[in-house]
């Protein structure tokens, strides 16, 4: 039973550019949540999607955005890359309104 | 506004030592709280959860203990091994408060 699968892995872009980061969730999981995670801090919440649809939102500017799509698999835009969205970004998911998160590895984002 | 206090950032504990970490939350929405476990270079894995309406949880050598009227919980690992060596997040979350809120880690070095 695959587990939450991340890709990229690793993801090096200028700052400037707009980068997608994909997310499949683990079998049987419909709510997809991503979460940015600064070396040595916790996860922050960007957003969470259920049914198609962008349910929960953190304190995250416009510039990151996502989708969900019918198969539950999501992904995760960032336009005008700043240095600061250096980070790993994480994809949880869940079943709706269970709130055991499985994460996956996660995408090493660096922007220079 | 940190709604989970995390503490303490960092802990050593030896061998068959009993390790605490602790959290405290502020908001009363929250109705779930779990403990993840997380190694370099991967991404948290959900360790055990609680609700309210219980005081304590036990699974294995991992225990959560749970103070409402305090708003703090803990994690606590008996007989610590080097293998439990990684950095442990409190989150807390649930059905009013949506996302889940994560605290700022713990890294947990124990020594052989």
């Known amino acids: 039973d695959a587990g939450v699968t991340q890709s990229p892995t690793h993801l090096i872009k200028t700052r400037g550019q707009q980068v997608t980061l994909r997310c499949s969730p683990k079998?049987?999981?419909?709510?997809v949540s991503w979460y940015q995670q600064a070396l040595g801090q916790g996860p922050q919440f960007i957003f969470q999607?259920?049914?198609?649809?962008?349910?929960q939102r953190g304190n995250f500017p416009d510039r990151f955005s996502g989708h969900q799509f019918p198969n539950y698999s999501s992904e995760l835009n960032v336009n005008a890359l700043l240095l600061g969205d250096s980070a790993l970004y994480l994809c949880?998911?869940?079943?709706?309104?269970?709130?055991?998160?499985?994460f996956g590895s996660g995408t090493r984002l660096t922007v220079v | 506004q940190q709604q989970v206090k995390q503490s303490p950032q960092s802990l050593i504990v030896q061998k068959g030592g009993i390790s605490i970490i602790n959290c405290a939350y502020e908001?009363?929405?929250?109705?779930?709280f779990p403990w993840y476990q997380q190694f370099p270079g991967k991404g948290p894995a959900l360790l055990i959860a609680?609700?309210?309406?219980?005081s304590e949880k036990k699974e294995g050598r991992f225990t959560i203990s749970f103070n409402k009227s305090a708003k703090q919980f803990s994690l606590h690992i008996m007989d610590s091994q080097p293998g439990d060596s990684a950095t442990y997040f409190c989150?807390?979350?649930?059905?009013?408060?949506?996302?889940?809120?994560f605290g700022d880690g713990t890294t947990l070095t124990v020594k052989p």
């Open positions: 949880a998911s869940s079943r709706a309104f269970n709130y055991g998160y499985t």
């Open positions: 079998s049987g999981h419909d709510t």
């Open positions: 999607y259920y049914e198609e649809e962008e349910r």
């Open positions: 908001n009363t929405a929250f109705d779930y």
């Open positions: 609680i609700r309210p309406d219980v």
């Open positions: 989150a807390a979350g649930g059905t009013n408060a949506g996302k889940s809120t």
